[in-house]
């Protein structure tokens, strides 16, 4: 117990500080940022600083929810990577509302909320994320990957629709857009390698050759579109480099589709194809 304290007390002391400052700081501060600008970017401020502290005590426990040793470990930290990825979402979201607040000079509740919760919670789902690929245990890997690829399919479509509300810099919002689904996009490559291992496992030859196959032309269809999309167009007299839908649905979809059948269509027809989840992971469990 001595030897825990000694180890861990700066990040305890970084947590009751950051309590401290909310409710003994902050607190005395919101009542009144409706009267004074000034007041409002300091309860913002305060915030952030709150959160970036949160995020340094806080960060070790997250990586060890998501990382306990043996067999129930393994299930525990499935479970905690889970919720990690849904947790970082939900920041992501809260990211495109505070970013909002901010060009429009009004760092309201939202921006607050944003600033305190999201670098903990992002950085934790990422990690979570890196874990599961790098050591694959717990209650399957494909079955955790896919609950973790859906979820991220729901979160994203929220998150991409707020984004794409935003008028000023419209742009900007645009490529924030692609690099969310660039990241839904890696998520996607267990749950469709998944579904590959499940279609190999339970359907006839041809029908996996076939998924393979058409799964591929597909990626490669998508790759075109967004390549076309992404060709300078004329936007409002000028022309620009501006990523609409064709761009997403290749992050997604496409990039996925192409890392995983690219060589395995390859594999197949020279009769030594393995599936999805084992060229990700080595072995399927």
Known sequence: MNAWFTANWPQMVGVASVIIVLVFGRKAILPRVQESKFLLWLAWLVTAACGLVLLWSLIGVMRWLTSLPGT??????????VVAVA???WSAKMLVAMVRDLADGVPDEDARKAALWHPLLAVSGLQAVWGLVQNPRGIGTGITAAVIAV????????IVSAALKGKKGETAWKWFACAVCLLGGILNIPLIAFA??????????????????????LGAALL??????LVPKR????????PDGFVRNFLLWGLPALFLFGSVAVGTFAGNG???????????R
């Open 87 to 89: 947790a970082g979402w």
């Open 151 to 158: 979820i991220s399919l729901v979160a994203i479509r929220s």
């Open 196 to 217: 590959d291992t499940q279609i190999q496992q339970y359907a006839p030859e041809q029908v996996s050759s076939a998924f393979r196959i058409l799964a591929g032309v």
């Open 274 to 284: 393995e599936s999805g989840g084992q060229i990700l992971i080595g072995s399927v």
């Open 224 to 229: 075109l579109a967004g390549i076309a999309d």
């Open 235 to 242: 936007d409002k007299g000028e022309k620009r480099m501006v």
């Open 72 to 81: 129930l470990g393994g299930v525990v930290s499935s479970i905690g990577a």
